[in-house]
């Protein structure tokens, strides 16, 4: 398995910050692995603390209108997935519509056997299942030596203490990937959607639920907007103060989407994949963060250097210090190879 494709190990895991959390909003529920709070009337956010279990490992929430509840999110384990049904069916009577995806990694969708279990509709992208199967399915109980080995090889062989130790993570986040997958039932979506059924808008009844395919952390993000309330689920398109995941982006398209977010009403409120809820700075803040990397691209491009060489002589500005940037490989080495696959020679 190659490692710059599938050997991704959601790193957004752990990233979770309750710290910005509003200090004057009072949990309607908090297990300690997450926290739910209501934002606006009707919508309701769940942000994970990875530090404390992994029960959801990404962020949610409910949206739920007169008439119906959409549950966003899979979470990581159906531990998390029964913690949002447990939400919906205290905030409202209404019967629930489905539980969104809103990409295929395995924080965000391997805990879909939680909403099996009780027949709730699973809606996602229609390259989400594929994409299961092909990456997580395939590799179940499967030997795993031959898919660590070319990372042990390149630890060995890499004499940068540095480098060396960004590469160690880079080995123990696969590691713990395959410890998921071994300890997971996968369950896939029962409601695909195809791009041209995108976007998608689910009427519940005095709130709104617009599903927006903008394909840039992976090829399979949905955004999901609440217009009443300007409140958008971004799942991992936003990052709270960390070096986002981008294994599988496109970061040049995923710029753009940023561009888009910053378009929106200054009021917007952003439930992030990983991180407290927040608002536009965190966008500015992102699409700086992005501008660095991509600078950083260029000029290793004009100089001669590979994608491997500009990812280790990558310097983290001064601005960006406080940021999260475990797992180097994963946020910093696979956007180099993104701007690199479309920037260079």
């Not at 399915?137 to 390149?154: I, T």
């Not at 995941?245 to 940023?258: K, S, Y």
């Not at 963060?289 to 290793?300: N, Q, S, V």
Request: aromatic share 8%; glycine share 8%; proline share 6%.
């Amino acid at each position: 398995m190659n490692m710059d494709r599938r050997g991704f190990l959601l790193a957004g895991l752990g990233g979770s910050a309750l710290a910005a959390q509003k200090q004057d909003a009072a949990p309607l529920l908090d297990r300690g692995f997450a926290r739910v709070t209501q934002i606006a009337p009707g919508v309701y956010g769940t942000i994970a603390e990875a530090s404390k279990g992994l029960q959801c490992g990404s962020n949610g929430g409910v949206i739920a209108g007169r008439n119906a509840v959409l549950i966003v999110e899979g979470h990581m384990q159906p531990a998390g997935a029964a913690l949002e049904i447990e939400v919906a069916r205290m905030v409202s009577k209404a019967p629930v519509r489905g539980a969104v995806n809103t990409h295929f990694h395995y924080d965000h969708t391997f805990g879909n056997f939680g909403y099996a279990e009780q027949h709730i509709s699973i809606l996602a992208h229609e390259k989400v299942a594929p994409l299961m199967k092909e990456q997580y399915a395939a590799v179940k109980s499967a030997d795993k030596a031959p898919l660590l080995a070319p990372l042990e090889k390149k630890i060995a062989q890499t004499g940068d203490p540095t480098g060396k130790k960004h590469k160690e993570d880079d080995l123990q986040m696969m590691k713990r990937m395959y410890e998921a997958i071994e300890a997971t039932t996968l369950a896939y979506p029962t409601e695909p959607l195809a791009p041209a059924q995108l976007p998608k808008r689910i009427d519940l009844g005095g709130l709104t639920a617009l599903l927006e395919f903008l394909p840039a952390h992976t090829s399979t993000d949905l955004i999901i907007r609440v217009p009443e309330r300007n409140i958008v689920f971004t799942g991992d398109l936003l990052f709270y103060k960390s070096y986002p995941v981008t294994i599988d982006a496109d970061m040049m398209a995923w710029r753009e989407v940023l561009e888009r977010f910053a378009r929106y009403s200054r009021h917007t409120q952003f439930i992030p994949g990983h991180g407290p809820v927040c608002g536009m700075e965190t966008v500015r803040d992102q699409s700086d963060l992005f501008d660095d990397l991509r600078k950083h691209a260029e000029e290793m491009i004009r100089a001669g250097a590979s994608a491997e060489e500009a990812e280790r002589r990558y310097v983290v500005p001064a601005r960006f210090r406080d940021y999260r940037i475990a797992y180097w490989g994963f946020r910093v080495g696979a956007a180099m190879r993104s701007y690199y696959a479309r920037l260079g020679p």
